[in-house]
């Protein structure tokens, strides 16, 4: 017999749906159903009625399915995002076909829906009141972590466009004039009535809080507050911690579904390390006086945003401590803090927390970063000093812990031990299993390892998995180099800093002076610094900047910088070289002597991009065009000015050059009155100050 072997089409949606539709009639009929969870019995509550109005996308198969059951389980998926809806909707579906409804009903009470929607009413955006944006960009801004990041870059955008109106019609009105401090004030108010229900902080509102901000910080303010690229990343930041905060609030971040990060969060973060990649490779850095360029991929390989490089620098600072502490006698300790449980939204073993308090892992951050302040401070009233390391790193479940490496003189352990114990116990301290789970404090053996051995795993295990291929991650059970991904991940979205220096001297002059490499230098206070630094020699470099316990102002060697100015006239200080105090400015070395600018390598005649603006293209915002209308109005007239009275002009305000002219920057136009004459320039149907 021949067997004829024919391969069949494959089944659009449609057809399947039909298929299968058939399949399960004629099972109907005959009282069988198939062995298989993809074909659903047809409903014996099917209805014919209209769907109800509110019906999501979410909820369309459960009502299909189980129509009679719409007002048990709406109330849980009406206001879920479909990123996190979806997949409780398809397991209440099939839990309520193969267990009934009791089990389903249970299921979905205890699922995680429930602590999504206090998570969602954290980020609500109540009582708009004054703010136009709201009412403006209500419908986007509510339902902001459904929408794409190209969506939210677009609103931000909008946001950007309208608030630039806004300010524009506020400094037009009759009743305005910005002619003193009180009416500055006054538009900076309403600039923060907008931002209010946003839960945005404003530029400079902590100066504004204090009574400190000054009339040039206002001015600034409202230029960032009218530039789409700054809403654009308050907005994408936003986003980015609503939908991991839901994330986490479902159980989709714990180690029985995706460890330490959601697979959407690693997956984002493993998307924009691609597409950074791919635009480094397309760029060179070029001498802005020579025409000199390098590819700047390889350039970026060979800097600290290497994790190779950055782990090996940790490393080596971590082992120079280890020498100074075996050179004078001190002691090591491995100490860990873990923040209350309320903190954790996961159990280690599994299930939700039930006291959980709803945060995110910035907030056990904070918590963490309380805890510290009070025991540095507790330490340096009873003149403790300390030095090491500290790693902060999550738990399965995307809460952070801290690991920390200390070294101390061996009659201050006990104390250090009692200080650090008391304030790592101070909130709920008295919580089950608080003692032993909460604050672990072990003497470092040298017997059993050396002190850098003790926290070189977790230093590899937070930057690129190093030489931990065949390791098992105990907290996840997984691979620890697969996991490195997901902790990076983690650090990413949540802008965690995930290591830091307790003591010593500062790696900014350490870097600054490996940039000289082994050239000598005239000044004897900074060339064995020098000579330390390029020898890659961490415990030598300290000592000669004053030791483990060094204080700033007594640092051989500091970093000396430039004034500069971004794209908003702000001030800003950039590294500029080196010098010792001792000495003086005559000391000063420059390490920065060559101006770099970043250009395409397919470029033809196209402005070279800075540090600041370093996008593909660039789009300017409102508030540049009409910078770039000002400046011209200005040329025009022959009116010479500096950047103070550019940002005065474009808030609105009169300036007065040489008791001969008096310009204000009104409806586009520049009004110009010579004193010494009449007006020019504008009708004179424009209010001024006089």
Not at 606 to 615: E, I, K, P
């Amino acid at each position: 017999m021949t067997t004829i072997t024919q391969n069949l089409p494959t089944l659009n949606h449609r057809v399947k749906h039909a298929l299968l539709s058939g399949m399960r009639d004629f099972y109907d009929t005959v009282g069988k159903f198939l062995p298989t969870k993809y074909i659903q019995p047809k409903s014996q509550y099917a209805t014919s009625r209209r769907p109800p109005k509110e019906l999501t996308i979410i909820e369309r198969p459960l009502w299909e399915q189980i129509p009679h059951e719409y007002d048990y389980f709406h109330p849980y998926f009406s206001d879920t995002p479909q990123f996190i809806g979806g997949y409780f909707a398809h397991k209440y579906a099939t839990l309520y076909q193969e267990k009934g409804s009791k089990v389903a009903n249970t299921y979905l009470r205890t699922c995680g829906l429930t602590r999504c929607t206090e998570v969602q009413q954290q980020y609500a955006i109540e009582n708009a009141g004054k703010s136009l944006i709201v009412q403006e960009f209500y419908e986007q801004l509510s339902k902001l972590p459904i929408l794409d990041k190209i969506d939210v870059e677009e609103l931000g955008g909008k946001i950007a466009g309208y608030m630039h109106n806004l300010i524009i019609k506020f400094l037009e009105t009759e009743e305005f004039k910005l002619s003193n401090n009180a009416h500055e004030l006054a538009i900076y108010k309403f600039a923060l009535e907008q931002l209010k229900p946003l839960k945005i902080t404003a530029p400079y509102f902590a100066d504004y809080k204090k009574g400190e901000i000054s009339e040039q910080q206002i001015v600034i303010a409202l230029a960032k507050l009218s530039d789409d690229k700054w809403w654009k990343s308050r907005l994408k930041r936003t986003w980015g911690f609503q939908r991991e905060h839901l994330a986490i609030a479902a159980g989709q971040v714990q180690k029985h579904a995706n460890p330490y990060a959601s697979r959407t969060c690693v997956g984002e973060w493993k998307e924009q390390k691609r597409k950074n990649r791919e635009w480094l490779k397309k760029q060179c850095i070029e001498n802005t006086e020579t025409g000199e360029q390098f590819e700047l991929v390889l350039q970026v390989d060979k800097s600290n945003a290497n994790p190779v490089i950055r782990r090996c620098e940790l490393m080596v600072r971590m082992r120079g401590f280890e020498d100074i502490a075996d050179e004078y006698g001190y002691e090591g300790a491995f100490i860990t803090l873990t923040a209350p449980s309320k903190y954790h939204a996961v159990h280690a073993k599994g299930g939700f927390v039930k006291n959980w308090n709803g945060g995110t892992p910035r907030d056990t951050q904070r918590y963490l970063c309380g805890v510290w302040a009070k025991i540095r401070a507790k330490l340096n009233r009873e003149r403790i000093k300390i030095f090491g390391f500290r790693v902060a790193e999550p738990h399965h479940d995307g809460t952070p812990h801290w690991h920390i490496l200390v070294f101390m003189l061996p009659a201050h352990k006990q104390r250090v031990y009692e200080i650090m114990q008391t304030y790592a116990l101070e909130e709920d301290g008295g919580e089950q299993g608080a003692q032993h789970a909460r604050f672990k404090f072990e003497n470092i053996e040298k017997e059993k390892g050396s002190a850098t051995g003790y926290i070189a795993k977790y230093i590899s295990k937070n930057i690129d998995g190093y030489q931990l291929d065949n390791e098992v991650d105990d907290e996840t059970g997984q691979n620890l180099k697969e996991m490195a991904k997901n902790v990076t991940a983690w650090a990413s979205r949540w802008g965690i800093r995930q290591f830091q220096q307790i003591g010593g001297a500062p790696v900014t002059v350490w870097r600054e002076l490996r940039r000289l490499g082994s050239q000598k230098v005239e000044s004897p206070a900074i060339d064995p610094v020098l000579a330390a630094a390029d020898a890659g020699d961490w415990a030598a470099y300290t000592q000669l900047q004053g030791g483990a316990m060094v204080q700033r102002k007594d640092l051989r060697v500091r970093i000396s910088y430039e004034e500069a100015q971004n794209q908003f006239e702000e001030d800003i200080k950039k590294v500029k070289g080196v010098f010792s105090p001792i000495i003086g400015t005559a000391s000063f070395i420059c390490t920065r002597l060559i101006k770099w600018a970043v250009v395409s390598k397919n470029r033809s005649d196209s402005d070279a991009r800075s540090s600041v603006n370093n996008c593909t293209e660039v789009k300017k915002s409102p508030q540049d065009d009409r910078r770039e209308k000002v400046i011209n109005e200005l040329k025009k007239h022959q009116i010479n000015y500096n950047s103070h009275q550019l940002n005065h002009l474009l808030a609105g305000r009169e300036l007065k050059f040489s008791d001969k002219l008096l310009i204000k920057w009104v409806k586009d136009k520049l009004a110009v009155i010579d004193l010494r004459q009449k007006w020019s320039g504008i009708p004179p149907d424009i209010e001024w100050s006089f």
